[in-house]
Protein backbone atom coordinates (compact mmCIF):
# COMPACT_ATOMS: atom_id res chain seq x y z
CA UNK A 1 0.00 0.00 0.00
CA UNK A 2 1.60 3.27 -1.26
CA UNK A 3 -0.85 5.60 0.62
CA UNK A 4 -3.13 5.09 3.85
CA UNK A 5 -5.44 7.25 4.98
CA UNK A 6 -6.64 7.57 8.41
CA UNK A 7 -8.51 9.68 11.11
CA UNK A 8 -12.27 9.95 9.98
CA UNK A 9 -14.93 9.71 12.17
CA UNK A 10 -18.21 11.05 13.60
CA UNK A 11 -18.33 14.97 13.96
CA UNK A 12 -20.75 17.66 15.08
CA UNK A 13 -21.15 20.41 12.76
CA UNK A 14 -18.61 23.00 13.95
CA UNK A 15 -15.84 20.39 15.28
CA UNK A 16 -12.76 20.16 13.89
CA UNK A 17 -10.77 16.82 12.69
CA UNK A 18 -7.62 15.62 11.11
CA UNK A 19 -6.87 13.40 8.70
CA UNK A 20 -4.00 11.74 7.78
CA UNK A 21 -2.00 10.10 4.82
CA UNK A 22 1.12 8.19 5.16
CA UNK A 23 3.31 7.32 2.37
CA UNK A 24 6.99 6.64 1.55
CA UNK A 25 9.51 9.31 1.68
CA UNK A 26 9.96 8.72 -2.23
CA UNK A 27 6.33 9.82 -2.88
CA UNK A 28 6.11 12.60 -0.05
CA UNK A 29 9.25 14.28 -0.97
CA UNK A 30 9.12 14.64 -4.97
CA UNK A 31 5.22 14.24 -5.69
CA UNK A 32 2.08 16.20 -5.35
CA UNK A 33 -0.43 14.43 -2.96
CA UNK A 34 -3.88 15.90 -2.77
CA UNK A 35 -6.72 15.26 -0.78
CA UNK A 36 -10.40 14.28 -2.27
CA UNK A 37 -13.84 13.38 -1.18
CA UNK A 38 -16.71 11.14 -2.74
CA UNK A 39 -20.51 10.90 -1.95
CA UNK A 40 -22.36 7.79 -2.70
CA UNK A 41 -23.28 8.62 -6.42
CA UNK A 42 -21.19 11.58 -6.59
CA UNK A 43 -18.27 12.54 -8.48
CA UNK A 44 -15.06 12.34 -6.55
CA UNK A 45 -13.99 16.20 -5.66
CA UNK A 46 -11.03 17.65 -5.36
CA UNK A 47 -10.19 19.37 -1.49
CA UNK A 48 -6.82 20.03 -1.34
CA UNK A 49 -3.56 19.48 -2.45
CA UNK A 50 0.13 20.10 -2.01
CA UNK A 51 2.57 20.08 -4.91
CA UNK A 52 5.93 18.34 -4.84
CA UNK A 53 7.61 21.53 -3.88
CA UNK A 54 5.07 22.14 -1.06
CA UNK A 55 2.68 24.44 -2.52
CA UNK A 56 -0.59 24.50 -1.09
CA UNK A 57 -3.90 24.81 -3.42
CA UNK A 58 -7.34 24.63 -1.91
CA UNK A 59 -11.24 24.16 -3.10
CA UNK A 60 -13.05 27.76 -2.68
CA UNK A 61 -15.91 25.76 -0.03
CA UNK A 62 -12.96 24.89 2.20
CA UNK A 63 -10.33 27.30 2.15
CA UNK A 64 -10.03 29.36 5.23
CA UNK A 65 -11.05 26.42 6.91
CA UNK A 66 -8.80 23.41 5.80
CA UNK A 67 -5.06 23.36 5.88
CA UNK A 68 -3.06 20.73 4.11
CA UNK A 69 0.55 19.86 5.33
CA UNK A 70 3.29 18.24 4.55
CA UNK A 71 5.69 16.59 7.20
CA UNK A 72 8.22 14.84 5.34
CA UNK A 73 10.50 13.48 8.50
CA UNK A 74 7.09 11.87 8.95
CA UNK A 75 6.07 10.67 5.91
CA UNK A 76 2.70 12.13 5.56
CA UNK A 77 0.67 14.74 4.95
CA UNK A 78 -1.94 16.09 7.24
CA UNK A 79 -5.37 17.70 5.79
CA UNK A 80 -7.03 19.66 9.22
CA UNK A 81 -10.68 20.82 8.61
CA UNK A 82 -12.14 22.92 10.90
CA UNK A 83 -15.65 24.40 12.02
CA UNK A 84 -16.81 21.15 9.60
CA UNK A 85 -20.34 21.15 8.06
CA UNK A 86 -22.86 18.57 6.84
CA UNK A 87 -21.65 19.37 3.59
CA UNK A 88 -18.07 18.07 4.49
CA UNK A 89 -19.22 14.56 5.14
CA UNK A 90 -17.57 12.07 2.42
CA UNK A 91 -15.44 9.86 2.39
CA UNK A 92 -12.10 10.84 1.87
CA UNK A 93 -9.13 9.75 -0.09
CA UNK A 94 -5.24 10.80 -0.51
CA UNK A 95 -3.73 10.36 -3.77
CA UNK A 96 -0.64 11.00 -5.44
CA UNK A 97 0.13 12.56 -8.46
CA UNK A 98 3.23 10.61 -10.38
CA UNK A 99 3.21 12.91 -13.76
CA UNK A 100 4.50 16.29 -11.50
CA UNK A 101 7.48 15.33 -9.21
CA UNK A 102 9.07 18.67 -8.19
CA UNK A 103 6.41 20.69 -9.81
CA UNK A 104 5.48 23.89 -8.38
CA UNK A 105 1.71 23.61 -8.84
CA UNK A 106 -0.81 20.32 -8.23
CA UNK A 107 -4.13 20.04 -9.78
CA UNK A 108 -7.21 19.13 -8.06
CA UNK A 109 -8.51 17.09 -10.77
CA UNK A 110 -8.99 13.16 -9.49
CA UNK A 111 -7.77 12.45 -13.55
CA UNK A 112 -4.32 13.50 -12.74
CA UNK A 113 -3.77 11.29 -9.80
CA UNK A 114 -2.94 7.57 -10.62
CA UNK A 115 -2.19 6.02 -6.80
CA UNK A 116 -4.62 6.15 -4.75
CA UNK A 117 -5.03 5.02 -0.69
CA UNK A 118 -8.08 3.42 0.65
CA UNK A 119 -10.95 6.31 2.35
CA UNK A 120 -11.48 7.21 5.18
CA UNK A 121 -15.25 8.14 6.40
CA UNK A 122 -16.09 11.53 7.60
CA UNK A 123 -19.56 12.09 9.32
CA UNK A 124 -20.75 15.60 9.95
CA UNK A 125 -24.14 15.31 11.96
CA UNK A 126 -25.65 16.50 15.26
Known amino acids: VQLQASGGGLVQPGDSLTLSCKTS????????IGWFRQLPGKEREGVAC???????FYRDSVEGRFIISRHLAENAVYLQMRNLTPEDAALYYC?????????????????????WGQGTEVTVSS
Open 50 to 56: VSGLGNK
Open 95 to 115: AADFTAAGQPDCLLVSQSYST
Open 25 to 32: KYIVDYYP
